[in-house]
C-alpha cells in the first residue's frame, strides 16, 4: 500500500471514528431529552445498572472527578431514591452505591423512548464493531 493511500485510510478511518461518537452523544441526548436529572446524573445512574453498582472511587474514575463531585452527585440521587449506599460486609469501610428499585424503573423508562427494533439494531451494529476492534487491540 503506498504512503498516500495509507494516509488516506488514516484519515477515513478518523473521520469515520469522529462521525460514531457524534452519534454517540445525539443518542445519549435523545435519553436525556425532557428529563429532570442531569446527563451525568442519567449516565451514572445506567452504569449503576450495567454494572450492578459502583463504589465512589469507580464512579470518580468513569467521570473523571474528585470524590467530593462524587458525593454531592451521589447524595442528590440518594435524595430522589434512586440510589442508595450499601456497605460491602466483607470490608465495611467500603461503600457502593446500587440503584433502588424506583432507580431500576428511571432506567428502564429512560430507554423505552427508543423501539425495541432500533434498540436490537444498535446492539447488533455495536456488538459486530466491538468483535472487530477486539480482533485489532
Known amino acids: 500500500m503506498s504512503e498516500n ?11 469515520e471514528l469522529l462521525e460514531i461518537q457524534l452519534k454517540s452523544k ?3 441526548n435523545l435519553l436525556t431529552e425532557g428529563e429532570s436529572l442531569s446527563q451525568n446524573q442519567l449516565i451514572l445512574l445506567l452504569q449503576l445498572e ?13 467521570f473523571n472527578v474528585t470524590p467530593g463531585a ?11 431514591n434512586l440510589v442508595q449506599r450499601i456497605r ?4 465495611r469501610r467500603v461503600v457502593k452505591m446500587v440503584l433502588t428499585n424506583i432507580g431500576e424503573d428511571k432506567v428502564h423508562e429512560i ?5 425495541q427494533e432500533t434498540i436490537n439494531n444498535i ?15
Open 111 to 115: 430507554f423505552l423512548k427508543f423501539p
Open 50 to 62: 450495567i454494572n450492578g453498582g459502583m463504589k465512589a472511587t469507580e464512579i470518580a474514575d468513569f
Open 123 to 137: 446492539a447488533e451494529v455495536l456488538t459486530d464493531i466491538n468483535k472487530i476492534m477486539n480482533k485489532i487491540f
Open 26 to 28: 445525539k443518542f445519549v
Open 5 to 15: 493511500n495509507q494516509m488516506d485510510k488514516i484519515k477515513f478511518i478518523m473521520s
Open 88 to 91: 460491602e460486609s466483607e470490608d
Open 70 to 80: 462524587v458525593t454531592s452527585m451521589c447524595d442528590k440521587l440518594e435524595k430522589l
